[in-house]
């Protein structure tokens, strides 16, 4: 056996690369897959992209309010792989796989060894039942993936013209994926070049140089923008509709928000102590120093909805020194034994998270949906939903008026229809640009000849619906009839 473990050992070191990459790769797939499809931030997602597809416009048919590079990146995807959702499933193994190998990578930059590395990942993989890979593809965490890549690149001791270039790109790729994550990195990559040995002069002509690409793709953006005719509709979703976002949709997890005080805290203070100590080798603080101040700015990034998933992204690097603290206090504690367990831990994480994802693969491929004319093709659907979302679009195919289904729920059947309503197909506050409710109302009253669906209960809407709307629906129209969990109002001449 410890022969064998020793093989193993020295087979990993001379190609742990590759190794973990396709380790990380097999240990997401069956997870990733086997999913049931709800009314939830991945079928949003997907209706969007969808959208895209079918020749829509992002920002004129689709309310999407954060930057456009994660749905261009998806429907790229959907015309090479097929307009399913396996294909957007597939974009979401991409994403986390290049995440988590990323995380490999970056503790490894830290000095920390393969073994504990990739059990890092691990923990990280794992953490709050794989909320991270159950976000699935998800314009957060492609921001987190280019956040970690791009700190990766500066923690160069000495950065070069060019690597500083390179974080140009890289706060542009943030940005135009997640304009708030955009922000943060742009601001601790801001504070890293005053930190650095130089002149005030050479601080400024860095900062400079690193601002350069970002405008020029900046700028080469809106005006592509511009020609596609989506301009206004990006500056008001994407900007001007923020503030109502931010007011009326706060979501604090008073646990989450305090434990995220206390952590950073902690960070902060321990690093410090470690510093102050002089357990730091050469270069290791300064690298960790780098860590810890991109992780405060990314912190702020689980705000304003606290919620499990936000608080994961937004405190990844955060737990990253946190686990490089307690590899630190382990190593010391066990000493040459240390790096034995490891080994051992390393070998059974792996084999229990190949193991899982092939349990879940094995469930998927049983439950799945094998109709590949089906847009939700490659999903596990609840046999009821599926039901209604046949008689629900049967009967808006079938309408002598136009339907619109003013629900969290009409991704169900706009995806199925390959139409769109526009805002009304995701009606949340903070999604309606930058007239909010008001705007959406007035849209509403200057319609003619329309059919609208709300839900029967109001404790069935989201808590991001806009109850001010349904309510001005009730008060103004005909009801006149049912079909399924939604109440029918008509719109008259």
């Not at 890293?192 to 601080?203: I, Q, R, S």
């Not at 109709?371 to 808006?396: A, F, L, V």
Request: contains cysteine; glycine residues 4%; charged residues 20%.
């Amino acid at each position: 056996m410890k022969s064998m473990i020793s093989a193993l050992n020295a087979f990993f070191k001379k190609r742990d690369s590759v190794i973990v990459f396709f380790i990380i790769l097999l240990s997401i797939i069956g997870i990733s897959l086997d999913v049931t499809i709800i009314s939830s931030d991945e079928l949003w997602n997907f209706q969007n992209v969808h959208k895209m597809y079918n020749g829509f416009e992002i920002y004129k048919d689709a309310n999407v309010i954060c930057t456009p590079l994660f749905f261009y990146i998806g429907n790229f995807i959907l015309q090479l792989l097929g307009p399913n959702l396996l294909s957007f499933r597939i974009y979401n193994i991409i994403i986390d796989t290049i995440l988590f190998f990323s995380t490999y990578v970056l503790c490894k930059k830290l000095e920390i060894s393969k073994a504990i590395s990739l059990i890092i990942v691990f923990i990280l993989m794992f953490a709050h039942q794989y909320i991270l890979v159950l976000c699935m593809a998800n314009y957060n965490i492609l921001a987190l993936t280019f956040f970690v890549i791009g700190l990766i690149c500066i923690l160069k001791e000495n950065l070069t013209k060019k690597d500083i270039a390179i974080q140009g790109i890289i706060v542009f790729l943030i940005t135009f994926t997640k304009q708030n994550i955009g922000l943060y990195y742009l601001l601790a990559v801001t504070v890293e070049l005053f930190l650095e040995n130089t002149t005030v002069k050479k601080k400024c002509i860095n900062f400079c140089m690193m601002l350069v690409p970002f405008i020029l793709l900046s700028i080469g953006s809106i005006i592509y923008f511009q020609y596609a005719g989506i301009l206004n509709g990006f500056i008001d979703y994407a900007i001007l509709g923020l503030r109502e976002f931010g007011q009326k949709n706060v979501l604090v997890n008073k646990p989450d928000f305090v434990f995220w005080i206390l952590l950073v805290v902690l960070n902060i203070f321990t690093v410090k102590q470690m510093k102050k100590k002089a357990l730091f080798k050469d270069g290791e603080y300064k690298k960790i120093q780098k860590v810890l101040i991109f992780s405060i700015f990314l912190t702020f990034s689980i705000f304003p909805i606290v919620n499990s998933a936000h608080f994961m992204i937004g405190m990844y690097l955060s737990w990253i020194i946190l686990l490089y603290i307690i590899n630190f206090i382990c190593s010391h504690i066990f000493k040459k034994k240390y790096a034995k367990l490891t080994n051992y831990g390393m070998i059974v994480l792996s084999c229990i998270a190949i193991s899982c994802s092939i349990y879940y693969f094995i469930d998927w491929q049983e439950n799945r949906i094998k109709d590949n004319h089906s847009p939700y093709y490659g999903g596990i659907m609840d046999t009821s939903i599926y039901h209604k979302i046949e008689n629900i679009t049967e009967y808006i195919k079938t309408s002598k008026k136009k339907v619109i289904i003013l629900s969290h729920d009409a991704a169900f059947y706009m995806i199925n229809l390959k139409e769109s309503n526009g805002k009304m197909d995701l009606p949340f506050k903070g999604n309606l640009g930058m007239k909010g409710e008001e705007g959406l109302i007035e849209e509403i009253s200057q319609m003619k000849e329309v059919e609208i669906l709300i839900k029967k209960k109001e404790e069935d809407m989201n808590w991001q619906e806009s109850k001010i709307v349904r309510n001005f629906i009730i008060g103004n129209y005909e009801y006149i009839g049912e079909i399924e969990d939604f109440l029918i109002y008509t719109v008259q001449n």
